[in-house]
């Protein structure tokens, strides 16, 4: 195996920890739950919290859930410069 694909392999590895992680975090946090707020969520495994008005403990899970979002989008936008700059070391030394 080449070395760039090496180096492109660091942010398929990165992509997928931060979304293995995202949906823990997330399975925890609807585990907590109580009965009546996890109904109100979206289908497994997303658990996507519902538009409109949200209770208190609805509201403390989606604050929590758009967090981890931010936070896995972050991941994605790192990796993408990431392959920018792997194609282009790939670029400079063809």
């Known amino acids: 195996m080449s070395p760039q694909w090496s ?18 975090k997330i399975r ?14 979206g289908e497994g495994p997303d658990y996507a919290p519902p538009d409109g008005e949200l209770t208190p403990e609805l509201a403390g899970y989606a604050a929590l859930y758009r967090r981890t979002e931010m936070i896995v989008k972050g991941v994605w936008v790192m990796a993408l410069i990431w392959l920018a700059y ?9």
């Open 86 to 94: 792997v194609v282009w070391l790939v670029m400079g030394s063809a």
């Open 28 to 41: 925890r946090a609807v585990r907590n739950l109580s009965t009546a707020a996890r109904r109100a969520l």
């Open 7 to 24: 180096l492109a392999m660091v942010a398929v590895f990165a992509v997928t920890l931060a979304g293995g992680w995202q949906k823990s």
